[in-house]
């Protein structure tokens, strides 16, 4: 594939100019320029970790017609490195498109500030999932100090809003998978929040899945667990749903932990599960989603 120009259609058209060069400074500070691809790298406080490549080639696609619409951001971290502060999405297609210039918007910030731009501007985007949504929310209250309030204000949301988000991290590793995959919506998972027991939380989650359960359905069954201690049965015999687990004593004692389990998971910004094994025997199980996430968990362990 030929390489093109980075502007392409897009930016240059705009600007009824032929030499983008004389166009954009190159690499000043605080202004538009033109930077070459490959001296550009990928932003090490990314929240995002899944990029789409049926979306990527799409873009791609719309790229090689009209050009970058929209300058990517960027900070300089040497005499020829730029650092991605938002636009990750938009330099990959690019480089599938065959660019080798790109339009980047350079200015300063430090990593604070690299960090908090990064995940609110990735916030703000349409097709995040609610975990990715909570995921950057937590990391703004852990590693930039934003409190609650402060971080409402700064995502333009209210707090009981932010919070709802938070609470979705307390949530098992298989229901916020679920939930990734829009397996389940953000109600059907508000719901499940509010059941202490994994494995109930589990088991109902299944059934949403299974049956395609409205979120009023989960909240009813919710309600009839809280207030009874079961769940009624699927009418249907022919559905493939799992059948309840008998909560043994040993599972049951494992509710008095929750708190100790809440406490990690607000600790580490990550899904914590308590499982009992044989008599009083058991194991925490902690889940990370990437590397740097392991390594943002050990460091905080090690903090302990």
């Given at each position: 594939m030929a390489k093109r120009n980075?502007?392409?259609?897009?930016?240059?058209?705009?600007?009824?100019?032929?030499?983008?060069e004389q166009v954009f400074s190159e690499g000043a500070v605080n202004s538009v320029a033109t930077i070459a691809i490959s001296q550009i790298v990928a932003n090490p406080f990314q929240p995002r970790n899944e990029f789409e490549d049926q979306a990527l080639s799409e873009l791609a696609e719309s790229i090689l017609v009209h050009g970058v619409i929209q300058p990517i951001t960027v900070r300089k971290v040497g005499s020829d490195k730029y650092e991605i502060i938002s636009g990750e999405r938009r330099t990959r297609a690019s480089i599938i498109a065959g660019l080798e210039r790109i339009p980047a918007y350079v200015r300063l910030a430090n990593d604070q500030e690299m960090l908090e731009m990064a995940l609110i501007e990735n916030i703000q985007r349409e097709d995040l999932n609610a975990i990715e949504i909570s995921l950057s929310y937590?990391?703004?209250?852990?590693?930039?100090?934003?409190?609650?309030?402060?971080?409402?204000?700064?995502?333009?949301k209210k707090r009981s809003t932010v919070n709802?988000?938070?609470?979705?991290?307390?949530?098992?590793?298989?229901?916020?998978?679920?939930?990734?995959?829009?397996?389940?919506?953000?109600?059907?998972?508000?719901?499940?929040?509010?059941?202490?027991?994994?494995?109930?939380?589990?088991?109902?989650?299944?059934?949403?899945?299974?049956?395609?359960?409205?979120v009023r359905k989960v909240e009813e069954l919710v309600k009839e667990y809280q207030a009874t201690g079961n769940i009624q049965e699927p009418e249907s015999e022919e559905r493939e749903v799992p059948t309840p687990k008998e909560f043994s004593s040993e599972k049951a004692s494992f509710r008095e932990f929750k708190p100790y389990r809440d406490l990690l998971v607000d600790k580490l910004g990550s899904a914590v599960e308590f499982t009992a094994t044989k008599g009083e025997k058991g194991k925490i199980v902690i889940h990370f989603d990437d590397k740097p996430h392991l390594a943002d968990i050990l460091e905080k362990l090690r903090q302990v």
């Open positions: 980075a502007l392409g259609k897009g930016l240059g058209a705009l600007l009824d100019h032929n030499d983008d937590k990391r703004l209250l852990d590693e930039c100090g934003l409190k609650q309030e402060e971080l409402g204000e700064r995502v333009g709802n988000y938070l609470r979705l991290l307390r949530l098992p590793e298989t229901i916020q998978a679920a939930l990734r995959r829009n397996e389940i919506s953000m109600g059907h998972a508000r719901a499940l929040v509010n059941i202490e027991d994994v494995d109930v939380q589990d088991y109902i989650c299944k059934r949403a899945v299974a049956e395609g359960l409205s």
